[in-house]
Structure formats: structure tokens, C-alpha cells
């Protein structure tokens, strides 16, 4: 096997016209012991183009090879993509934040990634390039082809960069998961909430959930319900009641049954959208209106 | 496995070798450096026995191919040891009570180490945030927090209290 560094995207793309297939892409390679090497590995990490968050306008880019440790302690994101910091500040360990980067995340393709979960709340958009030099942009939920299998392909596609559009005035977002233990484990269920308040009423609201299909799922029609209610303990538990009613859920012998995982999606839900709430109110954790 | 050269800085000095990119960090500095500080947990990254640092963060040296490590800086417990710069920590973990099978060690010093030079006022809650990476099958984790924290008092040089969260 090689191993290449690649300095800048050219080289990496031409590594891979080189590798005909046999190689493949890796940033922070923390899943790369869990599979079956390749012939030839291309590490982007070091790729000036993949680097750096940074805010233009209302739109926020985040480079694929930014680690999750970074995206938690980036002031931008924390500000303008709030669920999304903290998502990323969840996943692992520090040592794994460290390393991994929000790219791999979704690349990976686990179904219950939390960063990628983030990231669809945010209606983040991936730019992808391929050995072909043809640059394409697609919603970051609609890259998973299946559970753990990507889209993008790593022996000839690079995905470059996220953009999204940061929030705004009104809007607030959270990220809730439950786990057998706070760190170093994979959730059992976690919800991604952003919302929209005009005077006190759900303008807008989206709600993601995880795991329940191969990707990150949105759930519009809960979604929808909840527009024009108002941001109160009774909207909550009725999105609670809908959640439940509307995901479909696995057990799982390693984590917990379908069950108590229909019930943490209620209850979940139900925190996501009030802490969304009370961010988007400008309030902070524990106080109430 | 077909091996190459990789360069980079371990502890402070240059390093130089042929060696296979797809083995871990990990097994790279105890099989072919001999550098045994650095401990084999579970292997897959979920319990920071194999903690090092790589351009000055923590890492799971177990996750780390080889390969990554061309250009950059390692310092491993060795490399602490020696320069001195992880004193206070050994002490305040001996004086706390913090080792008793001492497996996770090595690992635990590296993480506080990396919290307090970001960080040499930690809370409690930084603390436990710090170290939530390394497993310890022996302490209930108490006497390690204590130990940070008195790691942390000392550096700062005062008796000021660490604060509450």
C-alpha cells in the first residue's frame, strides 16, 4: 500500500487519475482500521481548499477536512449554525474530534453520524469535484446510497466543501442525543431542530432525526404541523407524539430496542425544539419566558 | 506491505524512517521505535490509552495511519517526560492517588497536559471534558480530576481554588 499527502487539490485529484480506481481518499482516517485498506490512500487533510470556516453574506462555508473539534469551538458556527457545533462536539471523544472531520462524517456514511445529522438540519449543501475536473452540489442528505455506503466515491470524487445558509434574525437550533454513556458512544437517538419565531409563533421549523433511515432524515410533515403554533410546553409534546408516530425505527441487540427508541425520538424532539426555541428567543439554557 | 520513508519530529527530534504507512502511530513507536510508554487499549479508539500528540493535539494513536504522521510533530509520554514538562501532572497524580494499575497513564497525562497548556484554569466540568476520551478501569476517575486540579493550581503558581463548573 501508499500512502500519499497531497499538497493541494490538483495533486490530489491527479493521485487519483493515477491510482485508476485502486486509490482512495482520506482525511482524518479514523475509520480506516475498521475496513479493508486499499491499494493507495490520498490524504486531503493538509489540502488548503479543504480547510477553514469561514461566512460570506448569509451563507457559511465549511471546509471538508475541518475537524469536528474545530467546528465545536468555531464562534461562527456556534453563532450561526448552533446545532451543528454542537453535534460536532458530541461525537466520540476529543482525541476522535481531533482527528475526524466533518467531511469523513458524511462520507463514512454511518447512519447515526452526528455531525452529518448537523448538517442536514442546516439544509447544508455539499460541493463535490470529480477526476474530470466537473464540480456538482447536491444536499448532503441525498449522498448516502445506503447504510455505511456513500454516494461519493472516493476513488474519483473529492468532496470540497459545505455551504449553508447561516441563521438569522428569530432563528434558533439544537442537537439532542441520548447514549449508554455521555462520550465514546454511538447514540442510540439523536434529533436536530432549527426554527424560525415571529412574535412567539414556529414560522419555520426543521426537524431531523437519526437513525431512522441510511441518511439523516428531515420530517416534513411534523414539520409542517407545528408551523403556526406557538412556542409553548403543549406545542412540544404534541411534536413529541408526532415524531414518535412518524419515524420508523430498528432495534438493535448492541443499543437498545425499537421501542425505547420510538420513545427517546419523542422525548428528544420535544428538547431540541424547546432549547431551538428559547436560542431563537434570544434566551439563554434554564431561563424560561 | 510495501514500506517507505517517512519524516517527522518525535519529542523534539528529527526521525527518519522506512517503515510501512498503513500500520498505526501506535504500533510504529512501540514495535519499530521501542517507545512502549504509549499503551494498546482496545485498538479501535475507544478507550485513549494511546494517546499522543500530534501537532500538539490529542489523538488516538491507534486511528493514526503512519503514513499521516510525514512532516508532522509527535510527542509521545516519553517525550513529556524527559523535557520535564509533565512533572507537575506525575507529581499531582501520586500525590492524588490517581494510578493504581497505571495502564491509562500515560494517556490521562497526555490529555491534561493538552487541557492545561490551552487551558490552566480549567473548571471542573473542562476537566472531565479533558479526560472523557480515556477510559480507567481502576479509579472511579476522582482522584485523576483531583490530580489535574492540583496540576493546575500549581502551574499557576497560587492557592486559588478551582472553580465549581
Known amino acids: 500500500m501508499s500512502y500519499r499527502i497531497a499538497r493541494d487539490l490538483e495533486e490530489a485529484l491527479q493521485l487519483l487519475r493515477e491510482g485508476r480506481g485502486s486509490a482512495r481518499i482520506i482525511a482524518g482516517g479514523t475509520d480506516l482500521f475498521l475496513q479493508d485498506l486499499p491499494e493507495a490512500l490520498v490524504d486531503l487533510s493538509g489540502t488548503p481548499e479543504t480547510l477553514g470556516i469561514c461566512a460570506e453574506e448569509e451563507m457559511l462555508i465549511i471546509g471538508a477536512c475541518v475537524t469536528h473539534a474545530e467546528a465545536a469551538a468555531s464562534p461562527l458556527l456556534q453563532e450561526g449554525a448552533t446545532v451543528l457545533a454542537e453535534a460536532c462536539g458530541q461525537v466520540g471523544s476529543p482525541q476522535v474530534r481531533h482527528a475526524g472531520t466533518l467531511g469523513g462524517n458524511v462520507v463514512n456514511a454511518a447512519p447515526a453520524a452526528d455531525a452529518a445529522v448537523g448538517l442536514v438540519a442546516m439544509g447544508a449543501r455539499a460541493v463535490i469535484v470529480d477526476t474530470a475536473d466537473a464540480r456538482r452540489q447536491e444536499a448532503v442528505e441525498n449522498l448516502y446510497a445506503d447504510y455505511n455506503r456513500s454516494r461519493v466515491d472516493s476513488s474519483r470524487e473529492i468532496l470540497l466543501h459545505f455551504a449553508m445558509r447561516k441563521h438569522g434574525p428569530g432563528e434558533g437550533s439544537a442537537f439532542k442525543r441520548f447514549a449508554s454513556r455521555k462520550s465514546l458512544s454511538l447514540p442510540m437517538f439523536s434529533v436536530a431542530a432549527v426554527v424560525r419565531l415571529e412574535q412567539g409563533l414556529l414560522q419555520e421549523v426543521r426537524l431531523v432525526a437519526a437513525p431512522v433511515k441510511p441518511a439523516p432524515t428531515r420530517l416534513p410533515q411534523v414539520e409542517q404541523r407545528l408551523q403556526g403554533l406557538p412556542a409553548s410546553g403543549d406545542t412540544w409534546r404534541l411534536a413529541g407524539e408526532l415524531v414518535r408516530e412518524a419515524v420508523t425505527v430498528r432495534g438493535s441487540t448492541l443499543r437498545c430496542t425499537a421501542e425505547y427508541r420510538r420513545h427517546l425520538a419523542g422525548v428528544l424532539a420535544e428538547r431540541a425544539l424547546q432549547e431551538a426555541a428559547r436560542r431563537a428567543a434570544g434566551l439563554k439554557a434554564g431561563e424560561s419566558k | ?165
Open chain 2, 1 to 165: 506491505m510495501k514500506k517507505q520513508i517517512i519524516r517527522f519530529r518525535l519529542n523534539d527530534e528529527p526521525v527518519e524512517l522506512l517503515a510501512d504507512p498503513a500500520q498505526s502511530l501506535l504500533h510504529l513507536l512501540r514495535e519499530e521505535l521501542e517507545l512502549t510508554g504509549t499503551k494498546e487499549g482496545c485498538g479501535r479508539g475507544e478507550c485513549g490509552a494511546c494517546t499522543v500528540l500530534l501537532d500538539g493535539r490529542p489523538v488516538n494513536s491507534c486511528l493514526v495511519p503512519a503514513g499521516k504522521v510525514e512532516g508532522k510533530q509527535v510527542i509521545t509520554i516519553e517525550g513529556l517526560t524527559r523535557s520535564g514538562e509533565a512533572r507537575p501532572l506525575q507529581e499531582a497524580f501520586v500525590a492524588a492517588g490517581a494510578v493504581q494499575c497505571g495502564f491509562c497513564t500515560p494517556g490521562m497525562i497526555i490529555s491534561a497536559y493538552a487541557l492545561l497548556k490551552a487551558n490552566p484554569n480549567p473548571t471542573a466540568a473542562e476537566i472531565r471534558s479533558a479526560i472523557s476520551g480515556n477510559l480507567c478501569r481502576c479509579t472511579g476517575y476522582k482522584q485523576i480530576e483531583q490530580a489535574v486540579a492540583m496540576a493546575a493550581q500549581q502551574g499557576r503558581g497560587s492557592s486559588t481554588t478551582t472553580k465549581e463548573n
